[in-house]
T-cell receptor, first 114, second 114 residues
């Protein structure tokens, strides 16, 4: 039973355009969401997070949107750069402020073409 | 600053052998996590520690798996006896105090059981 789903295994975009990565969840107890980026042969690196009390969080080129009613979140990267090519994982927790137990999606491979 | 350090990076061994994976968390971090990544199940939390004490081991698959944290700067994940289905990438992560501190991952140990 996959509680966090990333339905697109891969996404390809042109440099300079917007990348939109999507994530759906089923557990209504999730209240904190994160995105991680992973390069080959490296561990995941934290990118950005959002609490369920917000619907948007922005950090430079990265913006995460949360739609609680749809149980959906998305990561927008604008503008996309070739160095953004990586696997992106969505993660969620139901910690109520203690967000240690993360549930991950299976990831989306983003390729940004020069 | 040094990140999370895992050793070995690669391990190939025969079924039935004991396997020990090692992790050094980031200095000052109170939480340590062990994850396993497989194609089928993605990235799963196995166990996590707070101040060297195991808090949640509900993700540990079987009694063949055990984890210890004898001090704040070292943890081990042991599999005894190992089986081919244990082949995966094992990640260690650590985080600081505070519910929303991001987890910092090591580069993983790629384990192959023949």
């Amino acid at each position: 039973d996959q509680q966090v789903k990333q339905n697109s295994p891969s996404l390809s975009v042109q440099e300079g355009r917007i990348s939109i990565l999507n994530c759906d969840y089923t557990n209504s107890m999730f209240d904190y969401f994160l995105w991680y980026k992973k390069y080959p042969a490296e561990g995941p690196t934290f990118l950005i997070s959002i609490s369920s009390i917000k619907d948007k969080n922005e950090d430079g080129r990265f913006t995460v949107f949360l739609n609680k009613s749809a149980k959906h979140l998305s990561l927008h990267i604008v503008p996309s750069q070739p160095g953004d090519s990586a696997v992106y994982f969505c993660a969620a927790s139901a910690g109520g402020g203690s967000n240690y137990k993360l549930t991950f999606g299976k990831g989306t491979l983003l390729t940004v073409n020069p | 600053d040094a990140g999370v350090i895992q050793s070995p990076r690669h391990e190939v061994t025969e079924m039935g052998q004991e396997v020990t994976l090692r992790c050094k968390p980031i200095s000052g971090h109170d939480y340590l996590f062990w994850y396993r990544q497989t194609m089928m199940r993605g990235l799963e939390l196995l166990i996590y520690f707070n101040n060297n004490v195991p808090i949640d081991d509900s993700g540990m698959p079987e009694d063949r798996f055990s984890a210890k944290m004898p001090n704040a700067s070292f943890s081990t994940l042991k599999i005894q006896p190992s089986e081919p289905r244990d082949s995966a990438v094992y990640f260690c992560a650590s985080s600081g105090r505070g519910g929303n501190q991001p987890q910092h991952f090591g580069d993983g140990t790629r384990l192959s059981i023949l």
